[in-house]
């Protein structure tokens, strides 16, 4: 291969990442089993403390 072949190359190659860094995929973001499954505990206490205070409200309103 010949210099200028080369030189032209590399450019090519270091343009052609920069581009990509610069468009972003659509693709979401990598959430892994453990990390998922620590959400759905959080979710599921937030659920089960909103249904306690309802229930709470409701027994507050019914003996007024």
Do not use: C, W
Not at 15 to 40: D, F, V
């Amino acid at each position: 291969m010949n210099r200028k072949k080369k030189i032209n190359s590399i450019l090519k190659a270091k343009l052609k990442k920069q581009n990509a860094k610069l468009h972003k995929s659509n693709k979401p973001r990598y959430i892994s089993k453990a990390e998922r499954a620590k959400m759905e505990a959080e979710e599921q206490n937030q659920t089960a403390e909103q249904t306690s205070e309802n229930v709470a409200e409701t027994q507050t309103t019914d003996e007024a």
